[in-house]
């Protein structure tokens, strides 16, 4: 894309936090002097969806004006269908980078498997669009977003001044803490960390039991390479992810062990 | 747990077609003698749903009786959160495995990433839950599951009689042909494929858009050691899975790059 300089390049945005939130809004300002911006995202929060597509049902999309001077749609869709319906239907060709956020909310660790944020940005790497997703540790819908829009900046910029592999794909973590305490950018991979669920029981006016999920964090993994190690100590984490999820150790132990001969 | 022989293992089914599809009962009936199951399962279904949770959202579970002599939940949820509710409300412990499936359909090659059958069984690997997925290359409600049955059979005593890593998580999909045609059972790792979408563009009776997600399946990978070959070949394939999602390789690239500092 560097070769490409008089042509602005088009990014998409789109979040799973839904298309009035503060995070999408801070996204759209951050970068709209880099490129060509065009908002699709999800018309009501989408939060936890994972990587879910819409298959069953209709999707409506209707174009609105809520970011100043940047086409926005919103759709009923989750954000995997998002990408899916602007590059079909309302770019009608792939953006040169698609980004997705900011969450309010951290999406470390394992988080990037159940993050609508990160599976609308895989969604877009599978579709051989360079893709970037953008966390910040503050569920608040009142966070301040001046240091994430810093680093947001500064990642796309340098990313759109390289040649970006088609299927790049970066979970980008932002710490909650005022922009002169951030230490730096550290590239990590990805913590060994889960929920322990404990799911609230309670009982509707009616007598009938219903279940409401909660759960703690747990963090096995001790390492200093870790997205969760970088964010406790100020940095902002960049995980590099990938949408190959063959085990190829195991492969191999399954391979020679003959189990299924 | 080849230690443990006079103990029966307790397996853990579910899928993502729903509780009454044709799947999950012959699922339950191809491995019943091999321990002591329980169904938690989606009271509808769940095709698609990635690995979404619900968490804006309280759950119902009701006990059903429709296998015949096994314990039987269905739930309000996805796939995932039948096997956190299974955990944490039904069996009040970890299963000593999860099965998910038999799912209507391929759940080879990039459908591992939206399948909700698959991320059941994630979800189970992620708990520490040695986990496997059967899917049947046949859409039809009406499919024949014979030969489903007897390669779930086999592996599932397979790894019974071994020592399974705790994250242990196989994609196992079966070609839609007679036993006596499939040629065995091939380790392989998951194929570069994709779908290219096209929204079918409608208008509803008030002359309002809505759009329909359809897509081709493209397969981009033609080694011979990916899932669609083995497949294709009439092998059962049997990828191994992982939940760690980063890409070490652009990671190395990154931290040589110095493209962040």
């Given at each position: 894309?560097?070769?490409?300089?008089?042509?602005?390049p088009?990014?998409?945005?789109?979040?799973?936090?839904?298309?009035?939130?503060?995070g999408?809004?801070?996204?759209?300002?951050?970068?709209?002097?880099?490129g060509?911006?065009?908002?699709?995202a999800?018309?009501?929060?989408?939060?936890?969806?994972?990587?879910?597509?819409?298959?069953?049902?209709?999707?409506?999309?209707?174009?609105?004006?809520?970011?100043?001077?940047?086409?926005?749609?919103?759709?009923s869709?989750t954000?995997?269908?998002?990408?899916?319906?602007?590059?079909?239907?309302?770019?009608?060709?792939?953006?040169?980078?698609?980004?997705?956020?900011?969450?309010?909310?951290?999406?470390?660790?394992?988080?990037v498997?159940?993050?609508?944020?990160?599976?609308?940005?895989?969604?877009?790497?599978?579709?051989?669009?360079?893709?970037?997703?953008?966390?910040?540790?503050?569920?608040?819908i009142?966070?301040?977003?001046?240091?994430?829009r810093?680093?947001?900046?500064?990642?796309?910029?340098?990313?759109?001044?390289?040649?970006?592999d088609?299927?790049?794909?970066?979970?980008?973590?932002?710490?909650?803490?005022?922009?002169?305490?951030?230490?730096?950018?550290?590239?990590?991979?990805?913590?060994?960390?889960?929920?322990?669920?404990?799911?609230?029981?309670?009982?509707?006016p009616?007598?009938?039991?219903?279940y409401?999920?909660?759960?703690?964090?747990?963090?096995?993994?001790?390492?200093?390479?870790?997205?969760v190690?970088?964010?406790?100590?100020?940095?902002?984490?960049v995980?590099?992810?990938?949408?190959?999820?063959?085990?190829?150790t195991?492969?191999?132990?399954l391979?020679?062990?003959?189990?299924?001969?």
């Amino acid at each position: 894309m560097a070769a490409n300089k008089k042509k602005k390049p088009v990014i998409l945005i789109t979040n799973d936090d839904g298309i009035t939130a503060p995070g999408i809004k801070n996204l759209v300002e951050a970068v709209k002097e880099l490129g060509q911006v065009v908002v699709v995202a999800p018309d009501k929060p989408q939060s936890g969806m994972g990587h879910a597509v819409t298959i069953g049902q209709p999707l409506r999309m209707n174009k609105v004006d809520i970011f100043d001077g940047v086409e926005a749609w919103q759709t009923s869709g989750t954000p995997v269908d998002c990408v899916k319906l602007a590059v079909d239907k309302v770019l009608h060709r792939k953006p040169d980078l698609c980004l997705s956020g900011i969450n309010h909310g951290a999406n470390h660790s394992i988080n990037v498997i159940y993050s609508g944020t990160m599976s609308a940005a895989m969604e877009a790497s599978i579709e051989s669009i360079p893709s970037i997703g953008f966390s910040l540790l503050d569920f608040n819908i009142e966070a301040d977003f001046t240091a994430a829009r810093f680093f947001v900046h500064q990642i796309v910029s340098s990313l759109l001044a390289t040649t970006m592999d088609k299927h790049l794909l970066l979970n980008v973590n932002i710490p909650a803490v005022p922009k002169q305490l951030i230490k730096g950018i550290k590239i990590c991979r990805q913590a060994y960390a889960k929920y322990e669920e404990d799911f609230d029981e309670r009982k509707d006016p009616n007598g009938k039991k219903y279940y409401w999920l909660t759960g703690k964090f747990i963090n096995f993994d001790k390492a200093k390479d870790t997205d969760v190690w970088a964010l406790a100590n100020n940095y902002v984490s960049v995980v590099p992810v990938q949408f190959d999820l063959t085990n190829y150790t195991l492969k191999q132990q399954l391979k020679k062990s003959k189990l299924f001969r």
